[in-house]
């Protein structure tokens, strides 16, 4: 497969430079291993899902240690987090030598918790997502970014078809005791027919026959291994009263194509899910680039009890914001972007003392500039522009 080079390279370069530890987490099959394995070609390599790897470690963990040539890659480290405190011991003795231990997980959550007991200001914690328009042109909303994708786009519909069973027989399994993976599959494809709604676990939990509280906990596992992208609504105070649930997007739009039965761009335009497809994949771009500056992901939806609705809002620093909206068409128009001027006047001007920027996104079109004022306050910006020299 040929390279292509990730924006996070620069801040794992960083990292190796100030931290003994590396952490890089991720979804699977988003690049994780080869991006490692090309920055760093001279580490030793070791994949923590080998039964033979595993059983070696079980059986002697020093001896096993002993064993590797540092720096040394240690893959999908959640399927061994007993290692991490050997780990520790070894930085520990020599805590001066950095970019020594490269290690990565697909389940964030659970690794968080042993990095945060066992690595604690010895690892350095990144996270990569699936490739971004900026990084490879080929990513779409119909064909999302994931690597193996994007290189043989021929093959996608197999690909996601193994993807999903290889993830919920390997991840899924290794994170509960889900006894009806059929159950578990028909859960998926509720989610993708709720992409970008509000999320509710009761209208899932009756269509499932199963009840809230399970819905959550398998919910939480596909948040925890980066399958679905949960955005929260944002709370600050604009004098209404304010919906407190999550939209739920599948985190990747070239599978919630596929679990949605979509697989050509003439399918997708005709789809009455193409807004919303639209929508996450704005979404998906965002956090990807959130996360490959090292920034931790802040992104968030307004709408109240009233209607009054804007797609994503995200906090700048210094006390500013943008808001932006996601529209799947190649002309805008300046009623488009009536919910985030009126979000701004209840807001106040002087509550985002940082600045306020507003946009509209939208299709591309080789008539269209690719970005310009649509009305006082906002710019209309096609998806292609606004990506391709990051957020």
């Known amino acids: 497969m040929k390279y292509v080079s990730r924006d996070i390279e620069g801040k794992l370069l960083q990292a190796a430079a100030g931290f003994p530890a590396v952490l890089l987490t991720g979804p699977r099959r988003s690049g994780k291993t080869f991006l490692l394995r090309r920055l760093f070609p001279a580490a030793d390599y070791r994949l923590l899902e080998d039964p033979d790897v595993i059983s070696r470690f079980r059986s002697d963990p020093r001896g096993f240690l002993d064993g590797l040539r540092v720096p040394a890659i240690l893959d999908e480290i959640q399927n061994v987090p007993d290692l991490l405190p050997f780990v520790r011991s070894r930085i520990d003795s020599e805590p001066r030598r950095k970019g020594r231990w490269f290690l990565t997980g697909s389940q964030e959550a659970g690794l968080m918790r042993g990095v945060s007991e066992s690595m604690a200001g010895r690892a350095a914690v990144l996270q990569l997502w699936p490739m971004s328009f900026r990084e490879a042109r080929k990513v779409s909303p119909l064909r999302g970014g994931c690597p193996e994708v994007l290189a043989r786009p021929g093959d996608a519909s197999l690909w996601f078809s193994s993807y999903l069973q290889t993830y919920i027989e390997r991840d899924v399994r290794a994170l509960?005791?889900?006894?009806?993976?059929?159950?578990?599959?028909?859960?998926?494809?509720?989610?993708?027919?709720?992409?970008?709604?509000?999320?509710?676990?009761?209208?899932?939990?009756?269509?499932?026959?199963?009840?809230?509280?399970?819905?959550?906990?398998?919910?939480?596992?596909?948040?925890?291994?980066?399958?679905?992208?949960?955005?929260?609504?944002?709370?600050?105070?604009?004098?209404?009263?304010?919906?407190?649930?999550?939209?739920?997007?599948?985190?990747?739009?070239?599978?919630?194509?596929?679990?949605?039965?979509?697989?050509?761009?003439?399918?997708?335009?005709?789809?009455?899910?193409?807004?919303?497809?639209?929508?996450?994949?704005?979404?998906?771009?965002?956090?990807?680039?959130?996360?490959?500056?090292?920034?931790?992901?802040?992104?968030?939806?307004?709408?109240?009890?009233?209607?009054?609705?804007?797609?994503?809002?995200?906090?700048?620093?210094?006390?500013?914001?943008?808001?932006?909206?996601?529209?799947?068409?190649?002309?805008?128009?300046?009623?488009?972007?009536?919910?985030?001027?009126?979000?701004?006047?209840?807001?106040?001007?002087?509550?985002?003392?940082?600045?306020?920027?507003?946009?509209?996104?939208?299709?591309?079109?080789?008539?269209?500039?690719?970005?310009?004022?649509?009305?006082?306050?906002?710019?209309?910006?096609?998806?292609?522009?606004?990506?391709?020299?990051g957020t």
């Not at 998926?188 to 676990?201: D, E, F, T, V, W």
């Not at 105070?237 to 739920?248: E, F």
């Not at 620093?317 to 002309?331: C, D, I, L, N, P």
């Open 176 to 389: 509960a005791a889900v006894h009806d993976l059929a159950v578990f599959r028909r859960f998926i494809g509720l989610l993708a027919a709720r992409h970008g709604r509000i999320l509710n676990k009761a209208d899932i939990a009756s269509s499932l026959g199963m009840s809230v509280p399970s819905v959550g906990r398998w919910l939480d596992i596909l948040e925890v291994t980066a399958q679905v992208l949960l955005v929260q609504p944002y709370f600050e105070n604009a004098g209404k009263r304010l919906l407190k649930a999550p939209k739920v997007y599948i985190a990747d739009s070239g599978l919630a194509c596929h679990l949605l039965g979509i697989e050509s761009e003439r399918e997708l335009v005709k789809s009455p899910f193409f807004g919303v497809l639209f929508e996450g994949f704005i979404a998906s771009e965002i956090v990807k680039a959130q996360a490959n500056a090292g920034m931790r992901r802040e992104l968030y939806f307004f709408r109240d009890q009233q209607g009054l609705e804007v797609d994503f809002v995200i906090p700048r620093r210094g006390g500013g914001a943008g808001f932006v909206e996601a529209k799947a068409t190649s002309t805008p128009s300046p009623d488009m972007a009536g919910p985030m001027r009126r979000l701004a006047e209840a807001f106040g001007r002087r509550h985002f003392r940082g600045g306020l920027d507003m946009t509209l996104v939208h299709l591309p079109s080789r008539t269209r500039p690719a970005s310009q004022a649509l009305s006082p306050g906002v710019r209309a910006v096609a998806w292609t522009d606004l990506f391709a020299a």
